[in-house]
């Protein structure tokens, strides 16, 4: 708004008009709207004064022949709100509120908005940490003509009893790995910073060009009763003791879902896998070049599929809700876990089991990632992880096999049986990166849109961020890209992260399952594992990577994000939040 202050007696003012007492105040847009003026005697009139933007009323009583300054306009006085400021000595700060101060005095000014994070306020703009919470004080004490306001972070509803979103919580974990059967082998094995990498010795794979992976020390099919197992695929017998170990984790009947108290309808199964079991396939192609259609077996079918290890899952439990297989290449487990996240919250289901599972360390699918110069060509027993995520001499990923699970629940339901709650899985991010059919897009922007969707899922914002479980699968590339993404999307703040893929090797399509057990693992025990194989970090990778040995979780920030990425550009992030006390 434009204006050519010009000069008036007091007697002249009427309400609407904008007064500077005086030519300098004019001169420092030190300006009050006229909200009233009552003559008090002959000589003297007393005027309700307020600052154009809002604040609270003075009065001023001033000679009738004083000459004052004036706009060229009027104001509306009923819209000019009566604010006072928050007094902030009074005020408990939590990261992620706000504190704007407004100079109201001015009819042009903008409000100066400041974020907490990580117990420093940061500008809003320009992301610069300028106050400490004592020095933010100071200087609301100080501000004169502004209104200051404090603006708490939003709490979070836990429910909805009007057929909104329900929050979800993980009750049950379950893993099978390269470091063991069970989730104590995966997370003790985690924090030694041991390596289930092993060399894979079989006559099958002689003559390949990398004869190494991340493969499970047991048969799984010895851990199963043998008529179930002779029809399970090998990736469909990780997920049923994946999942099994993860329902009695919550403490559920390993007889299934009625013996539960659960009704089966209500219980959903969501399992991510890019293949299942390749070797299903390639073996009954071999069985009929070598002896003819007789000699393959009428399960080769159902048990090719890659729907096999959610099917055999709901079969082993009586889980009749629904049973959903997610194929999006290595993101596929994040985003399984995800859409079960969603079918809980929107009510169409109070229980799954979601995760991942895979198995496709057969030799056609190791010759085409070597093939690809995908894999690593460090060898074992060279003093480190041939695996080597963030580090300056990674040179690709390393082929594995597992299956990871979470028990989800809503949380109601979950209280109401009094089951142990680990975490919330707070919210879930998706995006594709539309570049190439199999290199990530150097920039980290589709990344950085997964990253920033998981976060506004949650609630949540890069100060609460405390803690990622990389993707990082040890590639060029693709840890630079990600790398620059999480920066871009954190700013400052100096997250710890790390990646599991030089212990485990790159599990696929159950990657994601295994790497969110961790990361609920890391929120639990409030513990970080090392990162192994990044003895020297890339100097182009600005993050903060936890190696050599587990760090304390900060106690700042409750939001763990874990990151999953696909060969076409398939980017999936599961944000989950610590349960505190």
């Known amino acids: 708004m434009s204006r050519t202050p010009h000069t008036v007696t007091v007697a002249e003012l009427v309400p609407g008009d904008l007064l500077a007492l005086s030519p300098r105040d004019a001169d420092a847009d030190r300006w009050y709207a006229v909200m009233h003026t009552l003559p008090l005697r002959p000589d003297a009139i007393r005027v309700t004064l307020r600052p154009p933007l809002g604040g609270p009323d003075r009065d001023e009583v001033l000679d009738r022949t004083r000459t004052v300054t004036v706009g060229d306009h009027r104001v509306d006085t009923a819209g000019i709100p009566l604010l006072t400021s928050a007094n902030l000595r009074a005020v408990e700060f939590g990261d992620g509120d706000r504190v704007g101060f407004l100079r109201t005095v001015d009819p042009h000014a903008v409000e100066e908005t400041y974020v907490r994070r990580r117990g420093d306020w940061h500008h809003e703009t320009s992301g610069e940490q300028l106050f400490s919470d004592t020095e933010l004080r100071e200087r609301a004490a100080e501000a004169v003509d502004h209104v200051v306001r404090h603006r708490p972070r939003p709490a979070r509803p836990a429910t909805s009893g009007t057929g909104g979103p ?12 390269p470091l063991g059967v069970g989730v104590d082998e995966l997370w003790t094995g985690l924090l030694e910073g041991r390596c289930g990498i092993r060399e894979l010795d079989a006559e099958e794979f ?46 559920l009947d390993p007889a ?49 599929v890659p729907s096999q290890a959610a099917s055999q899952v709901s079969l082993a439990l009586r889980i009749t809700g629904e049973a959903r297989t997610v194929t999006s290449a290595c993101a596929s487990g994040t985003e399984a876990i995800g859409q079960a996240v969603d079918r809980i919250r929107y009510g169409r289901i ?21 093939a690809m110069r995908a894999l690593s060509a460090h060898e074992l ?64 922007t589709g990344v950085a849109l997964a990253l920033r969707r998981a976060l506004a899922d949650a609630g949540a914002e890069a100060a609460d961020v405390v803690h990622v479980n990389a993707h990082a699968t040890a590639t060029a590339d693709g840890d630079l890209a990600e790398a620059h993404a999480l920066t871009s999307v954190l700013g400052g703040c100096r997250v710890p992260v790390t990646a599991l893929k030089g212990h485990l090797g790159h599990l696929q399509g159950a990657a994601g399952g295994v790497e969110a057990v961790a990361t609920v693992l890391t929120l639990r025990h409030a513990l970080i594992p090392p990162t192994i194989g990044c003895a020297e970090q890339d100097s182009a990778i600005e993050l903060d990577v936890v190696t050599k040995a587990p760090r304390a979780l900060p106690a700042r920030g409750d939001v763990a994000l874990s990151n999953s990425f696909g060969f076409g550009g398939h980017n999936a992030v599961l944000a989950l939040r610590r349960v505190r006390g």
Request: some cysteine; proline content about 7%; charged content about 20%.
């Open 166 to 177: 329900r929050r979800v919580v993980v009750t049950g974990l379950g893993a099978v790995t």
């Open 206 to 251: 002689a003559g390949l060009p990398v004869r190494i992976a991340g493969t499970v020390p047991v048969d799984p099919a010895a851990l199963l009763p043998r008529p179930q197992a002779r029809r399970m695929n090998r990736a469909a017998q990780f997920a049923v003791l994946a999942a099994r170990e993860a329902w009695r984790d919550a403490g």
């Open 256 to 304: 299934g879902t009625t013996e539960s108290g659960l009704d089966p309808e209500r219980v959903g199964v969501s399992a991510g896998a890019i293949l299942g079991d390749a070797s299903v396939l390639v073996g009954g192609d071999r069985r009929l070049r070598e002896k003819g259609p007789r000699a393959v077996s009428p399960l080769t079918t159902p048990m090719t």
């Open 350 to 370: 109070d229980v799954a089991l979601a995760g991942g599972a895979e198995a496709v360390v057969t030799p056609a699918i190791m010759a085409s990632f070597a």
């Open 381 to 444: 027993g060279d003093g480190d992880s041939p695996s080597r995520p963030f580090a300056k001499d990674r040179d690709g990923f390393v082929n594995g096999e597992g299956a990871g699970f979470l028990l989800l629940e809503a949380e109601e339901h979950a209280r109401a049986r009094g089951a142990r709650i680990y975490c919330e899985a707070a919210g879930w991010g998706l995006s594709a990166d539309a570049h190439h059919m199999a290199a990530p897009d150097p920039s980290g």
